[in-house]
């Protein structure tokens, strides 16, 4: 199966289309009950603030290094001037009329599970004739390269459905659908429902749905089902493929006849609220970069899988009106700030991780076993070099991160680019420093430091005769070039 072309040096802009919302977390601790009612009492609550539905989309889009233009309906209340405000430094924003107040989506989270959720803000996008659509808006989408429709059924999409209609003839256009939208355009790419929604837009082709209905059961769907309705889908609006999104067992792509199966890399049980914005982001990008629809499918499901083991919605939330988005290092940071207020142990090992081996998953297993998260402290690739000499990494840094975030036993990577992760660990502190069975105590300059904090370096053991300097060597001899032979068992 063809994997596409490879990745361009500049990635190509994306435009984003639909409906934005205010989404906030209260987080907290949930140790007793109120006194005058069986309800839990949220503690040291924090306030997290971040873009919703299309804004989110364009939001991640843009984090991953892509120029972004979000067409959305804001309106002059508090909560779009703060969502402006949040998308300013990242995403270019062309507005629409928006009538009423913008949606804001509040979870109440204890230890990390959702509590309650509460709703507010009826607002939806302004009816206006198609040519009188605001010139920004319409300049973004009339040259758009790519664009991705982000429906969450409050009619931006409705606004300018005449345009997108023109533009999906001649460019790559992803459409995340919403039960209480309407169908995409003919001619489009890709579209992205999730299996209860496919399942509901499926019963509609036989009458047997109402248009503002939202659900239907959680139960998985089979993938007998899926497919069908995949197939139904595809048929009945037209459009070039349909990839039934089926949460932690990957994704089902059909462009009418037989589908593909593409499974996560590794399952999280972490906050996946979010996750398919981030899936329809990436499979946006990747189109529109000149992927075909299977290679970014396969990329999409990678990418929601990472995006979930990395904390999720939460890991994008602004604590205070100040902060921009987070650097990669400051993620793992604020999962260690969520971790330690909640009472938990903070664990922490580090390594190059070039070439990962059983000794290696081993190794970071027996270390999440020991605390309540794993921070994997990574060398850039110039630290590695520097360790290792040239030719070294063999795989680069974002090939290893992504690797290391599919692993269900890490919960962060943060990288560094000094020799050792000294300064790294003084911003985690980490409560415990793992280090494989090879190394010893003495020789870590690390140990001290952690416990001058108050934590504690370990060592843990390692699988016999596992190494990446030695993998190298047996794969450099099979092609008849001789590798180094020596080199540390745990592959640091």
């Known amino acids: 199966m063809s994997e596409g072309p490879s990745s361009p040096a500049v990635a190509t802009p994306l435009v984003v289309v639909g409906d ?122 009339v040259s758009a390269p790519a664009l991705l429709v982000s429906d969450y059924g409050r009619g931006t999409a409705d606004v300018v459905r005449e345009l997108l209609a023109e533009r999906a003839a001649r460019v790559p256009l992803v459409w995340d659908p919403h039960p209480r939208g309407r169908e995409p355009v003919p001619g489009t790419r890709l579209v992205t429902p999730t ?6 837009f499926a019963a509609r082709l036989d009458g047997g749905d109402r248009p503002d209905a939202t659900g239907g059961s959680d139960a998985p769907e ?24 089926l949460g932690e067992r990957g994704a089902l792509l059909s462009y009418g006849d037989h589908p593909l199966l593409v499974p996560t890399p590794a399952r999280h049980s972490g906050d996946s609220c979010g996750a398919g914005d981030q899936f329809a982001a990436s499979a946006a ?106 030719g070294r990494p063999i795989n680069p840094l974002a090939d290893r991160v992504r690797v290391l975030r599919a692993l269900e036993c890490v919960d962060a990577v943060a990288v560094f680019d000094e020799d050792t992760p000294e300064e790294l660990l003084k911003r985690l502190r980490p409560d415990v420093w793992v280090k494989g069975g090879d190394y010893a105590l003495a020789d870590l300059p690390e140990a001290a430091l952690v416990e001058s ?15 990446s300097s030695r993998i190298a060597a047996r794969a450099a001899v099979s092609v008849g070039v001789r590798g180094p032979e020596s080199g540390s068992v745990s592959g640091r």
């Open 20 to 141: 934005a919302l205010l989404d906030r977390d209260l987080v907290g601790r949930a140790e007793r009950l109120a006194p005058d009612a069986p309800v839990p009492v949220l503690d040291d609550c924090e306030e997290l603030l971040r873009p919703g539905g299309a804004a989110l989309a364009a939001y991640v889009a843009a984090l991953g290094g892509r120029e972004v233009t979000l067409v959305t309906a804001l309106g002059e209340d508090p909560a779009s001037a703060r969502l402006c405000e949040m998308l300013a430094p990242w995403v270019t924003v062309a507005a629409l009329p928006l009538d009423g107040s913008l949606s804001e989506k509040t979870r109440v989270l204890a230890g990390g599970r959702p509590v309650v959720r509460m709703d507010r803000g009826d607002g939806r996008a302004a009816p206006i004739p198609s040519g009188a659509v605001p010139e920004e808006a319409r300049e973004a989408i």
């Open 195 to 200: 299996a209860k929604e496919a399942r509901l």
């Open 222 to 245: 089979s993938l007998h089902t899926a497919a069908r309705h995949a197939q139904a889908l595809a048929d009945a609006w037209g459009v070039g493929s349909v990839v039934i999104t």
């Open 285 to 390: 990008g990747l189109l529109a970069d000149g992927a075909l629809p299977e290679t970014a499918v396969r990329g999409a499901v990678a990418a929601a899988t990472g995006y979930v083991a990395a904390g999720g919605a939460g890991a994008l939330a602004f604590p205070d009106r100040a902060t921009p988005p987070p650097p990669s290092g400051e993620d793992a940071e604020r999962l260690v700030a969520r971790v330690r207020a909640a009472g938990g142990t903070v664990v922490a090992t580090g390594g190059c991780f070039d070439l990962l081996h059983a000794g290696h998953v081993g190794l970071l297993q027996e270390a999440r076993r020991t605390g309540d998260c794993l921070v994997v402290c990574l060398n850039s690739d110039a630290s590695v070099r520097r360790r290792k000499g040239p």
């Open 453 to 467: 904090w108050g934590g504690q370096a370990v060592l843990l053991p390692y699988l016999d005769g596992r190494s």
